[in-house]
């Protein structure tokens, strides 16, 4: 049972000019204040739509015990909602090595890409444990690969750690914020009440949740299940260019557009791993690296910008592509904006993976394959 004062306590970690917190304690009664840790929150993210794979997930999270006691859709969130997923000064809803001025525009493009599921939740394991905590374990490491076997995370696997599928409150102090957003303040004290009362008996089963209210949302589009699809598709576009507007109709890059294209393959392979993926796309960009030292000996390791030679900026853009193991420190946003003078169309999507992923690449791949592209 979580204490009122370690309600406040847990609200105290983070300022916010939001009045949930003193609506709630106004409001609730007391029974309904003691057992605030007998729910959590889940957010199911719009690539669950894209990918169209909601109704998996859904019927997981049942097959976990969860029970869900209520549930809502938005089509779309708003700045105002977007700050209560996001305080600098607490834990934060993307990890704290983001600097803040991407971090921002990280979770609005995330969530108005499409339309975002939120359940609250109880669980017939909980016992005495709190539900936010018990979530915590069930959701599994934000890094896919490095989540433990039996988890949400490693179950459904996002495309790296910050594009994660699946998003729980940490404590009760974020289930009330961040549910805020989706619920107003009676239907919350209601799903307490609800957990409270009815056990392990929950509002919905997961197939009527979909049928119901959520299969008309899926929306196949663009979005990739791997980045490695992403990534090498960029490389393509990158290679067109040269040889297409550039005329650069050389050996060495009809040898890179091989390798891009068996890229391109094993990454969209329904079969291939996720291990091996990893294995065989490293694999690839090490081949690609040394063909382009070899046939480019004048490659400008450090800089990509050489806008008055369309020819070597778009080398160096693509060796700046193959370099993931100096990816952390480039500028990923100012240079898709090169690509995007050049004429590459990169999508929002596209753009999204690629920065999110390069940006923390020590963390979103094993240290043995990173460390292969060192030697």
């Given at each position: ?113 499409g ?37 949400i ?52 089963s ?33 290679l067109n ?31 291939v ?13 090490i ?21 008055n030679?369309?020819v ?58 990173i ?5």
């Amino acid at each position: 049972m979580l204490t009122k004062d370690e309600l406040v306590s847990q609200f105290n970690e983070f300022s916010t000019e939001s009045n949930i917190l003193s609506d709630f304690l106004n409001n609730a009664p007391n029974d309904a204040i003691e057992s605030i840790d007998k729910i959590g929150l889940i957010l199911l993210a719009p690539e669950n739509f894209a990918l169209g794979i909601m109704e998996d997930l859904l019927l997981y999270l049942e097959k976990k015990n969860l029970i869900f006691l209520d549930f809502t859709i938005k089509d779309q969130l708003s700045d105002e909602d977007l700050t209560l997923l996001y305080l600098p000064n607490c834990k934060p809803f993307v990890p704290v090595f983001i600097p803040n001025d991407f971090r921002w525009w990280l979770i609005k493009q995330r969530f108005t890409m499409g339309p975002v599921c939120a359940i609250l939740v109880g669980s017939k394991d909980c016992g005495t444990n709190s539900i936010p905590r018990l979530l915590e374990g069930l959701k599994g490491y934000r890094v896919p690969y490095k989540a433990k076997v039996n988890s949400i995370r490693a179950k459904f696997p996002s495309i790296n750690g910050i594009l994660n599928l699946v998003h729980t409150s940490h404590n009760s102090a974020f289930v009330l914020r961040e549910g805020s957003i989706f619920f107003d303040l009676k239907r919350i004290i209601q799903s307490i009440l609800i957990a409270r009362d009815k056990g392990n008996q929950g509002t919905f089963s997961a197939q009527y949740i979909y049928n119901n209210y959520l299969k008309g949302y899926d929306f196949h589009q663009e979005s990739s299940k791997s980045f490695f699809e992403v990534y090498f598709r960029l490389q393509h576009k990158i290679l067109n260019r040269l040889t297409f507007k550039e005329k650069v109709n050389t050996e060495t890059v009809s040898q890179l557009f091989v390798l891009v294209n068996d890229g391109i393959r094993i990454a969209t392979e329904n079969y291939v791993k996720r291990e091996e993926l990893f294995t065989l796309a490293f694999s690839i960009i090490i081949s690609q690296k040394e063909i382009i030292i070899s046939n480019f000996p004048s490659i400008n390791k450090k800089e990509f910008l050489f806008v008055n030679d369309p020819v070597n900026c778009l080398l160096n853009s693509f060796y700046t592509l193959v370099s993931l193991e100096n990816a952390h420190n480039v500028d990923w946003i100012e240079y898709i904006k090169l690509l995007d003078a050049f004429g590459i169309t990169v999508s929002e999507w596209e753009e999204l993976v690629i920065e999110t992923t390069l940006f923390n690449i020590n963390q979103e791949f094993p240290e043995a394959l990173i460390n292969k592209l060192r030697q």
